[in-house]
């Protein structure tokens, strides 16, 4: 086989979330494509919890469709992802003896471990989870060897007679495993190669901020974007940079323009009601001309919403918020790599023409881990316009150019000395409120966007190269698309347009690829559409043949469940074309 | 090059005050400009950041780095100023609807983490700018365009919030008296930590024409036996009678700077290694690990 | 003459607003139809200002394009306003012998009159207003028994001699005017009627929200909105109610909802920097579908921008902010009297659909005071829907229902209890972050909007009924629209389609007047066009024969101005129109 | 109908809680329950709300009217139920980093006002729901996942911070000792004017398991002599030896509270007169008046 996909279930204690992780950075470890994800119950610890692992030799988009093995170590645990893990048909699952399957799974392959009386027997109750994972590996042919490292690694910083038991019920899984070796067959079948690294899109966003020379990071934790704050704060100031967590997100998004207007790179992460709360700093920073970075992890919404899951509702938000004309930056990121280059992107964009610029993400991006080869973390890091001697020369801060972008002085820089705020000024940055004043400044602060729109028209297309039916998305629906779109093949004649920048959008290709499709059909994690909105106000989308697959979040994208999507509507597509000959 | 120093008009930008006339700002304005002078502060190496009010204009008329920000978000923004750029001089002034009404929050965190900037509150009892609405300063049964009746909540004395919430130097001035608020400004602009100075500075528009006459023949200097290292002795000095109005340091106390933990936290970060490289933290992310 | 436009230009303390305030009561008194607008420099007292006063005998729905007659007490103060204040051609100007008049306005009729002197002979310097507005009263036939009633109450509440010098003064304008008179033609023809009210856009919104029934009020200050908070502040005591002047706009939303979720009617009042910090509970209110109304008086923006001039630029984010999918009504008033009927249509749909509810208003009409007939407020008033005792048991307070609307229990109604909240929930109110349950309130909470629009198809339609050129603009923009559509007359087959209902908007409606035209325009006062991106996102605009004439605020549409843009289009029109026949 | 009384279990709603096992939260809402059934509060008469945090999750847990809001905004809607329905009893609860850090300003405003609520802050110097961050109240230099190298910043005593801005009643409970909590509970929500206590109540999950070992070790009773009325008196309870936690009324001071003066305005607003109609006021806006 060339992919499997594990899950581990059980109350919080019991190591799910740890076998998953091991799993997943063995498998990395021999070059193997890993995506992982996890996923509790409402209660911090002693809940359900559970870990998903798929495990590919090629790469992957996407969490997949289905489970193929299923470790439960309670079925009680597993009632509340009854939802999220969906066992695949043929499925083997690993359960204690004794404990009542569900009565709608009992047709798939049920084996009956005791976890519990082994883990005992190793020396540790607590060593089921090693127990089991060894089980699967070895049943599956995962990399064994790593496997076993890891634990090794894992429980090494613990007491010896903890690291003993758990390295003793790891060989006692390989040992169980023979037994039921000939019980089971589809093993994974793959070549080793070089280890991937594994990272979560919190990390690669906040990698990407060290990466694009951010020095100073304010926050205010929120799920999920918290680990962007702790990962910071343990490394920011290794490289002689701080962070401050905030009393709130006002001030976050405060002191991130306060760092950045004394000239040095700065970043706030959030999520959704956080960002509901930077609403009034945003224009700021829009009117001022402030590079600011902020990195918005969306959630379930509206309000405090499902803030443990996804969904893209945020859009909008991100794009309009803040009263009065307030140009900003909107880029999307796909999958854990793109969060590192959006963010660098986001930098220097911001940076480049001192503008706000909101990074979407979400929690499934953002909070399960994928294999990244580090070589692909490269990308050029641009830095802000500094005015020249001559500049200074009665400087004035906000100087009519043609692009918009007038070089910004920073602090400590003599003779260029400005008095900056949040009324309308004028070049020099004082404050007027003439129309003709206001006008112009508009202008300028709006050109800057049409330059950006040249520089940076952000998108992915993919699929045929002739398309019928074209299929607009973004962000994390891109990867569950894309993987439905590789089921189709090439004969079906479809095609993805999914632009990473949001705003200002690529509207000349997104147009020219509009144009070329015969129908399209927008598709998005949102009840309310934002995305179809929001294209339908920026492009013009033929009102007959465009059609929208939209959903509340909380609940994954399958590629089975876009395949679905997209198949209803391909005969409409082929009957149009149809008609358009007869 | 010669190396004159700084005047105080040396300090003066282009821009007009639209204050009204007789308005304490314009004095509170004079006494930057002096205590600039006198601490012969580099103009390029001084930032003032303020919130929007009439006293949040002042930056504008100050030709140093200025930012006339956000309503209530002075603080904040200051914050990150010096975190981002410790060399600089970082001044926040407004108003005290500015800092304590809206931007009340940012104020109790600025100074329980003494983060090392001067604060200096403008305060005349009123919103001047939205035309004379109660501020969280007003006293209780006064009334304004929005207390028809008479205000019907208790006054917030900064010197006592500031002091209570942990400030690191506390002071008050009356802004008519333009050498004893210079003196305070320079001592709060020159002190390790977090001070803050609220500087009486009377809106003749909505509290009256009489209000600098009748403050001026209230204040008095703090006595020469004050033990301003002394918490309690120190709160004395916020619930006075009120026909009496005390200016000079109420409140001064040694600890840790934001700044001085930030550096501490720098150094155990590091515990004498060198500066990982970006390589070294991806390296972090490899399974084998 | 049918109409004339005043104006009075001057210092603080010159009495420039005062002399406008006397003129526009005594007409409206005797059943004029006046439009008041004041304006000043940056300086809170002392700097300069204006009053601009419209009087007309028939309904007017803008300021005027032009000053008929300028009263300047300094040409120094005048330049602040040149932009603002255009002069008509022929206009007549009353200035200070020696005060040197502006070149550009040296061919108008210059008349050089001893204001000061004058006034010092009366016996006080302070009573110059008066002499000119009563010269001016006298010179042009206004109802000068009503002005110098108005003078006499206004200075009766002051010392005598100050009243007196002031009556003096009045007395002292009539007689000079007769000297003048012979220099001076174009008086006022009208006939005396039944007096009308004289109100600002705030006072006739926290009108309609007494009318509405609203007995809580929370507010923070701001410009140009504060003047609702204080007319409430004044009479909510008297009938019972009360308000709170909160520490900020978070707190004062907050109550809000804290009011309406104990079961009174509350509301807040806010302009741009308040509403975008309020991003966050509109969201909450839209969750726990908790009645809120919030009135926003647009000002020049973004950030703190131009604080006291319009335009209307808050749209996008009264329609998006909040992250996700977040249901809620805007609604637009487009003059004084709208602003009654708006505030009340805003608590009848937040009351009976238990959703917050923006109201838009402008500082062109929340500042400006109209006359009004007092019989036209009247506006029919609807409560919220509470439980039967039937609903009560087990009660749910989030049960799905047909239009989505539940019934509402309010706290101290027996067996009513019910736990809420801002994470999703189910029909009782407990959180659950289960797909299933988040879908179907979502549905629940949009199903809502849909009866709303139904039920609320709110627009005004004017012009022609057979319409080749449409134009579609909202809230201020229609009075400028409207003036100039009329001048138009109905040979040019122009119609304007202006929604009050923003969201929902009534699509089936505007799509079926777009369709009726054979070219559109969109007018609106936005640098990014925000109305023309919202309408595209929600109807379909023909791509070729739609067209945009936007622009930053700070200065109000005249009449003229949209004449000529409107004219600019018709041969456009008709070409196309040819070309359709051709 | 017979009327029995309310025993502590008829405020338990279906819901069940989320807690961690040994969350000290279980105990508070334990005191919550019996506090309500000593005072046989009606419970359609009485109204939660709190802010978000695992603390803020307790009004989903009793079946009086609740709302579990936004972070940080318990105060400011509980404020408006009040003014709105005076007969109500409201009781604000949530947790340390709710109310301290973004919901600081309103905490300010609350006690300032002397609105006639109960504030229940249940106190784990820490962000429980997120997973363990610094909140105000976390002692400087303790680890947390988000200060990696010891917290830099000075630790807020919630009781100190009530006191000194004008709450006029402050206590300090321990979640672990029902009987006291349900006590200073009941003190609480009887007060007339804005009540404070700070219940102090563990996270196991991120301050160790101990903590509810080593707090109970703490914890000693408030003396009997101590005078609750005296401000400087009760301050010393909030500066104390970290080995020592005193639990009982710190302070408590009586001044007209928020309502007293919304009923005096709407006494002064009508001054005998009777409420006036629309069309009355309607007709203020007539130009011949
Ligand atoms: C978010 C927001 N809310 C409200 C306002 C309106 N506003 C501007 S200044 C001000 C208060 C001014 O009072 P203060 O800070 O004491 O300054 P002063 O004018 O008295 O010097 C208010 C309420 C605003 N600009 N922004
Ligand atoms: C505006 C906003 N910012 C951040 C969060 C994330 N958040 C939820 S609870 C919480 C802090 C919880 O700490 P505390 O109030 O002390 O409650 P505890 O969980 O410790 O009982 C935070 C930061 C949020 N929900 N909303
Ligand atoms: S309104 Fe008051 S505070 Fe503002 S400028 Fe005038 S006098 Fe000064
Ligand atoms: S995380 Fe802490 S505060 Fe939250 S429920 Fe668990 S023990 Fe209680
Ligand atoms: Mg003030
Ligand atoms: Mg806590």
């Not at chain 1, 127990?131 to 070895?138: D, E, G, K, S």
């Not at chain 1, 919404?301 to 859009?315: A, C, H, M, V, Y």
């Not at chain 1, 998005?524 to 989308?541: I, K, T």
């Amino acid at each position: 086989m060339n992919e499997l996909t594990f899950a581990f279930v059980g109350a919080g204690g019991d190591g799910s979330v740890a076998a998953g992780d091991i799993i997943a950075s063995a498998c990395a470890s021999q070059g193997l494509h890993v995506m992982k994800t996890e996923a509790y119950g409402p209660q911090i610890r002693g809940g359900e919890a559970s870990a998903v692992v798929r495990v590919s030799a090629t790469p992957v988009f996407a969490q997949s469709d289905s489970v193929d093995v299923l470790v439960v170590f309670h079925w009680a645990d597993f009632a509340r992802f009854q939802n999220e893990i969906v066992l695949a048909e043929n499925a083997i699952v690993l359960c204690e003896p004794g404990d009542a399957v569900p009565p709608e799974l009992m047709n798939r392959r049920i084996f009956e471990i005791a976890f519990n009386d082994i883990a005992k027997e190793c020396g540790s109750p607590a060593s089921k989870n090693v127990f089991a994972l060894a089980l699967v590996a070895t049943l599956f042919h995962l990399p064994l060897d790593a496997a076993r490292a890891a634990v090794a690694r894992r429980f090494g910083r613990k007491k010896a007679v903890v690291a003993e038991a758990n390295l003793k019920a790891f060989d006692r899984g390989v040992a169980e495993a023979e037994a039921l070796s000939s019980k089971i067959d589809g093993t994974l079948t793959y070549v080793s190669s070089t280890p991937y690294l594994l990272m979560s899109g919190n990390e690669a966003s906040a990698f990407g901020a060290l990466h694009a020379g951010c020095r100073f990071f304010a926050g205010y934790p929120i799920t999920p974007s918290s680990e962007i704050l702790h990962f910071l704060n343990e490394w920011l100031p290794k490289v002689g940079g701080s962070t401050l967590q905030t009393e709130d997100e006002l001030a976050a998004i405060g002191a991130v323009i306060g760092g950045s207007f004394a000239g040095v790179k700065s970043m706030t992460a959030t999520s959704g009601p956080g960002l509901s709360l930077m609403a009034e700093m945003v224009g700021l920073a829009s009117i001022a001309e402030i590079p600011a970075v902020i990195v918005n992890v969306q959630r379930g919404g509206p309000s405090t919403g499902i803030p443990t899951k996804s969904e893209q509702s945020d859009l909008l938000h991100a794009l309009f918020a803040s009263h009065g004309d307030t140009p900003r930056v909107v880029i999307a990121c796909s999958d854990v790599e793109e969060s590192f280059h959006a963010t660098v992107d986001a930098f220097n964009i911001a940076e480049e023409f001192q503008v706000p610029v909101i990074v979407l993400s979400d929690q499934s991006i953002a909070q399960s881990r994928s294999t990244i080869n580090a070589s692909s973390l490269k990308h050029q890091v641009l830095d802000r316009l500094l005015p020249t001697p001559d500049d200074l020369v009665e400087y004035r801060r906000y100087r009519h150019t043609e692009d918009g972008v007038s070089p910004m002085a920073f602090p400590s820089m003599p003779d260029g000395m400005y008095q900056t705020n949040g009324l309308e000024h004028d070049e020099q940055g004082r404050p007027n409120a003439s129309f003709v004043v206001h006008q112009k400044m508009n202008d300028k602060r709006y050109r800057k966007l049409e330059t950006i729109a040249t520089r940076y028209p952000l998108f992915q297309r993919f699929g045929s190269a002739t398309p019928r039916l074209g299929v607009i998305c973004w962000g994390s629906t891109t990867g569950p698309v894309r993987e439905a779109i590789e089921r189709f093949g090439q004969q079906e004649q479809i095609a993805v347009f999914a632009p990473q920048m949001l705003a200002p959008l690529p509207s000349r290709d997104l147009q020219s690829f509009i144009d070329e499709c015969d129908a399209i059909v927008v598709i998005e994690m949102s009840h309310s559409a934002q995305f179809h909105q929001y294209l339908r106000s920026q492009v013009d989308l033929p009102r007959q043949s465009t059609s929208v697959y939209c959903r509340s979040g909380g609940k994954a994208f399958t590629a089975t469940e876009i395949t679905e999507e997209l198949q209803r509507r391909l005969p409409a597509v082929v009957s149009e074309i149809e008609e358009a000959f007869s | 090059m010669t190396c004159t120093p700084y005047a105080p008009l040396d300090y003066k930008s282009d821009l007009k005050p639209v204050w009204c006339p007789g308005c304490g700002d314009f004095a509170v304005l004079n006494s930057v400009y002096r205590a600039l002078a006198e601490l012969q502060y580099e103009p390029h190496e001084t930032v003032l950041i303020s919130g929007i009010g009439c006293s949040s204009r002042l930056p504008g008329y100050v030709d140093t780095y200025g930012f006339n920000s956000l309503h209530g978000r002075a603080l904040p923004i200051a914050t990150g100023v010096k975190m981002a750029a410790p060399a600089l001089h970082v001044i926040a002034v407004g108003g005290d609807g500015d800092g304590l009404a809206i931007g009340g929050n940012h104020f109790i965190h600025a100074a329980r983490r003494n983060v090392d900037i001067a604060y200096v509150m403008m305060d005349n009892e009123i919103y001047g700018l939205t035309k004379g609405q109660a501020a969280p300063t007003t006293p209780i049964g006064d009334r304004t365009k929005s207390t028809t009746y008479g205000n019907p909540e208790e006054s917030i004395d900064p010197c006592a919030f500031a002091i209570s919430l942990g400030a690191t130097w506390v002071g008050r001035a009356f802004s008519g008296d333009v050498k004893g608020t210079t003196e305070l400004l320079k001592n709060a602009m020159t002190h390790h930590g977090f001070a803050f100075l609220n500087v009486i500075s009377p809106c003749v528009t909505w509290r009256g024409d009489d209000q600098t006459k009748e403050l001026r023949a209230k204040v008095r200097p703090i006595p020469e036996d004050h033990e301003r290292g002394n918490h309690e002795a120190a709160l004395r000095f916020t619930r006075e009678d009120p026909s009496i109005v005390t200016v000079g340091v109420l409140y001064e106390h040694a600890r840790p700077s934001l700044l001085d933990e930030v550096e501490q936290i720098r150094l155990k970060a590091l515990s004498d290694a060198p500066p990982p490289s970006l390589e070294a933290i991806l390296q972090t992310f490899s399974p084998a690990v």
